[in-house]
């Protein structure tokens, strides 16, 4: 049995857990604040500000864990290279915990050290530097915080007249205590996709078949497996992934994005070292073993024998058009659970935000059936279930 300390506690988190127990583990679901979804179902909870170096600390001391799993990027990551050195295994590494909390660390090692073909993009510490490289960047672009992720502080800038408000906007949305945005060439991609990859201890490389998924303000509304891609396409993107994560090094299950162009192929985007939230699509049973699964074997360094696509596979997500601190209610459950080849899956999050996500629709087919169908019977269903 090993001692498992989990960095962020949201509904990726809560599988994960599942997995892990189902396998005899023992978790402590770290958050900062109380009830959060992985807490529910985990051996132990700790509610503390994961930001703060002196807290993990305290409670990295107090459990003594065997693994330490970061779940979200708002965690003062330069620590874990300490708790690395001092035998504690950190998923993927410490490395790659750090380099992929900021989009700086990560967009440069991909672009410039490994030569992958990237938006063009820049950086910028003021409103003035901002202004100086959409010059050279052009309209549209994407203006987003170095630290971030679901889309917060991300804006899509269509002229001159709006940076202003996304400088603003991205400073707000930033995460900790760096005031730094990074711009991007918009790409006028036909499609994106996450390819869900797994680094073994002792093992090869594993690809999941590619996921599909739509965005909206930055964050993922609906996700689709397998996603329909020109096969050349699929090829360059596994071999940016594998270079990729090699260079982050360590073993796990990571979702690594790009953008698809007819015309200009494969963009590399960002990835995440851990279990991705279009990923939610494999507990549909699209896959021999769903993504939380994969990410515990590649943790523990069990086997993973291979990978197989049992059936398609929709997600569409169920967002809160409420702010409220009460424990929110949900209607429409019959009008979900009369509809065949369909899950429901509530995180159980305490209170809400507008667009908080709180839950997701999962239908699945057999593999020759119609995947837009799928998409659209999804997206229906998760309509019928409102949060009040
Ligand atoms: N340069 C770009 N050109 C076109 N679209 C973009 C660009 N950058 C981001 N997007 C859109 O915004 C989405 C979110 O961007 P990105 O993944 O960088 O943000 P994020 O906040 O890290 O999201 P998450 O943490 O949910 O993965 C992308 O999936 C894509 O749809
Ligand atoms: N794109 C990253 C992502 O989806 N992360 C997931 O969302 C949770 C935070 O949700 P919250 O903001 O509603 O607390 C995180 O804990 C993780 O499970
Ligand atoms: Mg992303």
Redesign the pocket.
Known sequence: MKKILLLGSGELGKEFVISAQRKGQHIIACDSYAGAPAMQVADEFEIFDMLNGEELERVVKKHHPDIIVPEIEAIRTERLYDFEKEGIQVVPSARAVNFTMNRKAIRDLAAQELGLKT?KYFYAKTLEELKEAADKIGFPC?V?PLM?????G?SLVKSADELEHAWEYGCSGSRGDIRELII????K?DS?ITLLTVTQKNGPTLFCPPIGHV?KG???RESFQPAHIDPAHLKEAEEMAEKVTRALTGAGLWGV?F?LSHDNGVYF??L?PRPH?TGMVTLAGTQNLNEFELHLRAVLGLPIPGIKQERIGASAVILSPIASQERPQYRGLEEVTKEEDTYLRIFGKPFTRVNRRMGVVLCYAPLDSDLDALRDKAKRIAEKVEVH
Do not use: L
Not at 148 to 152: D, P, R, T
């Open positions: 938006a994407v987003k971030s992720s679901s889309g917060k991300q991007e060439e918009f790409i991609f994106e965005q930055g964050d993922y994005e953008f985007s960002e995440s939230d």
